[in-house]
């Protein structure tokens, strides 16, 4: 079965955010588009709601949508949600790669790669769509908002499938660095396998038995006193697998508030202790233009700095 054409939406982008789109059901008993938000939005019920009607701000296919337009079965309407307040994540993000189809970005700790709760202007995507200029930029994959390193997104949207599949068929090799302290009864390298599974609205992954879905390599390559430097290198690509490996390992990864215990969360602004973490490579066949490409980070993790 053909998969429905996504109806392009006839507002532009606000700070690097889509609008939001409603599609309203195929059939109902509300008599005006503005009954049924309503009932599907309480959260925007009330005065506001009724503001961005008289004003405009909510729009149709065929134009603004207004007190009186009546239910359409099937139709979408958008609009603009009042974003939240937001502290800015006073870090840059720096574009290591760019051409006519890929931007790879060296992302910095506490930036979110994508809107998601309440990180929404304060993220790679939203800021690389206003700052350069290009709104059908879209991540061909993600990394944790508290990891840094290199993020690749795409710029067009014909070309995303050709990038995002790469991912998935795990055509990808990508590398990762981080501090965690040392043991010297732990034998390196290894590779680590379990399986994870990761329930929505639980912060962390857990391993359970069953058959392997997460595999990772861990390798020592140095020493300073208590801590250690480590290559990291996921095998495939679960949520938090890398964390929870070396959680499991009994090193868990310097400034991790998750592994292997939750911690409060800190507060908006707090940005003293970032994750040891880093993506640091990339490399890679590009699927259109069959050249080989390879990607590093230039940024550094501050507790090995510190112990040098």
Partial sequence: MRRRTKPAAPLPQRDGVDPVRVRLPEQGPWPTVGDYLAHRLPDEVGERLARMLRAGEIVGAD?????????EPGA?????????????VPFELEVVHRDEHLVVVDKPHFLATTPRGSHVVQTALSRLRRDLALPELIPAHRLDRLTAGLVMFVATAHTRGAYQTMFRDRLVTKEYQAVARYDDGLVL??????????????????????PVNAESRIEL???????????????????????LHMS???????????????????????????????????????PLSGRPVRLRSRR?????????
Avoid: C, M, N
């Fill in 221 to 243: 390559i140095e020493r300073r006193g208590d801590l250690a430097h480590y290559r990291l290198t996921p095998l495939t690509g679960r949520t938090h697998q890398l964390r």
């Fill in 63 to 71: 134009g603004p949508v207004g007190p009186a337009t009546p239910f």
């Fill in 76 to 88: 979408s309407v958008w609009f603009h949600r009042d974003l939240p307040e937001e502290v800015p």
């Fill in 300 to 308: 550094g993790l501050a507790a090995w700095e510190a112990a040098a």
């Fill in 189 to 210: 390298p290894r590779v680590v396998r379990s399986r994870i599974v990761k329930e929505r609205g639980v912060i962390a992954a857990r391993e359970v038995p069953g």
């Fill in 248 to 286: 499991s390992l009994g090193i868990p990864i310097l400034g991790d508030p998750v592994y292997p215990e939750v911690l409060p969360e800190a507060a908006p602004g707090d940005f003293g202790t970032p994750l040891q973490l880093l993506a640091t490579g990339l490399a890679f066949t590009d």
